[in-house]
Each structure stands twice: as C-alpha cells, then as structure tokens.
C-alpha cells in the first residue's frame, strides 16, 4: 500500500543549485498535484496535471517546472534554488480531476541557504 | 474558485464536541464541500465530503445549510489525537487550500 510515494525526504541545497523532486503513485490515478507549505502556512498550489500529458500552473509556479513523466510520475524541478523556496513541498494524486478526494505523499522538506 | 473563511485556531478538551465553521458565500452550484485534516510532519488526509444537507461517516460529520453558504465540520467527543489542521475546500477542480484551522485538544 505504497499510494503516494516522494523522494528525498529532506534535501539541502545552495542558492542557484538545481534539483528535482521525483514524485508516484500506485493508484491508477488520472490527476496529480504539487503544493508547498511553508512554516505555519496552508499548502499552496504550484502545478498540477489533470491527465497525462497535460500540464497547468496553480497558485505559484514561479521558480518551478513540472513534468508529468507517465501516468504514475510528476516531478517538480527547482532550476535555480533561492532561499524563498525554503518549504515542505507535498505531491498528491487523485483519481479524476473534478475528484476533491486526493492522496498525499509525505512531504519532502527542503532547505536552501 | 470559491473564497473560504474558516477561524485560524481553536482549543477544546478530551471528549468534548468540536464545530468548525466555513464561511463560503460564493460556492458554485456544482461545487462540492471537502474538508482535510493534516497532522505536523504529514500531508493532508481526506476526511469528509458533502454537497447539501447532512454526511457523516467513521470520523466526522459535515452539515451544510440549505443555501450552501457555509458548513459545519463536527467532530464528536475528540480525543489528544484530533490535535491537527482542519481544512476546508470548495472545488470542483483544483484543490486549493485555505490556512485552514488549527485545532488544539487539551486533556
């Protein structure tokens, strides 16, 4: 029952590095999505895909790129760190995309400095 | 996207009965009402989902009033454990997130 699997877990990083964080499920699921949460916040929208093959911005896409690799996998790559990309990142998926019952990996927490 | 307002925190204690109100004014007619918890450390974990009237299952119930406008997440006789963020959605596509509420349970 792996569901929502996220790699690394924790990842430090310089400022101007890149990175991408790798991100699959084992649900057959249509939909897949990135968020961030930072220290006390709410997770915010960063991309997401509907289907694969199909990608679209969320709330905050700047700094990132996705790529919906297959059906299980959608990474999200950090081009050039920047000490504001200092977050929890979260990849959940969903079954269809009018589906509001989605399934989260456990995070991935990221430190730029 | 239909605007949430939800309190930022609230406290309760062991057994007690918890309300959370979202306030969601302009909801969409085929929008659905979702509610989230996450514990620190963990991403968020679906709770509860309603259209209209009164849904309740293993761990919660959700009562949404007849104009939609806003809904109840209630949760009976919490325990420690409930201590979480509770998050409301309403969203047909996309899953956006407010800041949710963050329940403290006190023994």
């Known amino acids: 029952n792996a569901g929502v699997t996220q790699t690394p877990k924790f990842q430090v990083l310089k400022t101007g590095q890149s990175m991408t964080l790798q991100c699959a499920q084992d649900?057959?699921?249509?939909?897949m999505y990135w968020y961030r949460q930072d220290p006390g916040m709410g997770l915010r929208l960063i991309y997401y895909?509907?289907?694969?093959?199909?990608?679209d911005k969320g709330e905050v896409p700047n700094g990132y790129n996705v790529s919906r690799l297959n059906k299980r996998e959608f990474s999200l790559r950090l081009e050039s760190a920047a000490p504001s990309q200092t977050s929890v990142y979260f990849c959940?998926?969903?079954?269809?995309?009018?589906?509001?019952?989605?399934?989260f990996g456990q995070g991935t927490r990221l430190t730029v400095v | 996207l239909a605007k949430t307002t939800q309190p930022i925190s609230m406290d309760s204690y062991e057994g007690q009965e918890v309300n959370i109100t979202c306030s969601h004014n302009?909801?969409?007619?085929?929008?659905?009402i979702t509610w989230y918890q996450q514990f620190p450390s963990q991403g968020p974990r679906f709770i509860i989902q309603?259209?209209?009237t009164k849904v309740t299952n293993e761990v919660a119930s959700l009562f949404i009033p007849a104009d939609r406008k806003s809904s109840t997440l209630s949760l009976p006789r919490v325990s420690l454990s409930d201590t979480a963020v509770y998050y409301c959605?309403?969203?047909?596509?996309?899953?956006?997130f407010g800041a949710g509420t963050r329940l403290a349970v006190h023994p």
């Open positions: 959940a998926s969903s079954e269809a995309f009018t589906d509001t019952e989605a399934f």
């Open positions: 649900m057959n699921h249509n939909s």
């Open positions: 895909s509907a289907s694969e093959g199909t990608t």
């Open positions: 302009n909801i969409a007619t085929n929008d659905y």
């Open positions: 309603g259209y209209k």
């Open positions: 959605l309403v969203a047909v596509n996309k899953l956006i």
